[in-house]
């Protein structure tokens, strides 16, 4: 312990992190096992193993508690979403990759944040955090044209190849995905993977 105290202090903050993360690591079980609805600071206190006002007092209201477990899947995604965009020479086949493991290791993790997302449309709360994915996608989109409506396309097409995935309506075939990302931003871009003018 420092003559401030500092070194108490760092541990009692490092302690609270850790058990912050666990009541949202808690959250998003419960979501994968019960789905949004089944989020309650009872059902959450009980799947981390601690009194329900401990939950209560990391996270006052339920929304406080949804919108900390979605923002722990979106953070995720954004990064990736970040990292396809400042790294990936081929910006859709980073996408494509993204999307089709959200149906395998990532399975889990994507069915939280689809849940979650879904909440949003009556949970006001959970709006902004839920459209970081699509604003990400935009974004990425914004690297490729700047058409409008392209960017639209892409994002409305990304989002409807997850759910397609997770609901087993789609192939999980990176090569597939990617080709329906192409076709979503239309001739320029097939124009340039074909390298024809």
């Known amino acids: 312990m420092d003559d401030e105290g500092g070194t ?4 009692r903050k490092a302690r609270g992190l850790r058990r ?12 994968q096992r019960d789905g949004a609805a089944g989020v309650t600071h009872r059902t959450v206190a009980k799947q981390a193993g601690i009194p ?7 996270f006052a209201t ?13 953070d995720t995604y954004t990064a990736r979403i970040r990292d396809i965009i400042d790294h990936h020479h081929d910006k859709l086949r980073g996408l494509a990759d993204l999307i089709v493991e959200s149906v395998g290791p990532g399975r889990e993790q994507a069915l939280a ?7 949003a449309s009556r949970r006001p709360a959970l709006r902004p955090t839920a459209r970081l994915w699509r604003e990400s996608i935009a974004e990425l989109a914004a690297t490729l044209t700047d058409d409008p409506v392209a960017i639209s396309t892409l994002v409305a097409v990304s989002d409807g190849l997850c759910t397609a995935l997770l609901i ?3 192939p999980a075939d990176v090569e597939h995905v990617h080709a329906v990302l192409n076709q979503a931003l239309g001739l320029r871009v ?5 390298g024809a003018s």
């Open 190 to 194: 097939r124009r340039e993977l074909t």
């Open 52 to 58: 329900t006002s401990l939950s209560t007092y990391y």
């Open 113 to 119: 944040e689809r849940e979650l997302s879904t909440l």
């Open 62 to 74: 339920l929304d406080d508690l949804l919108v900390a477990a979605l923002s722990s899947v979106a």
């Open 20 to 31: 912050r993360a666990e009541i949202i690591e808690a959250t998003l079980a419960v979501v």
């Open 168 to 170: 087993d309506n789609a």
């Open 8 to 11: 108490v202090i760092d541990g």
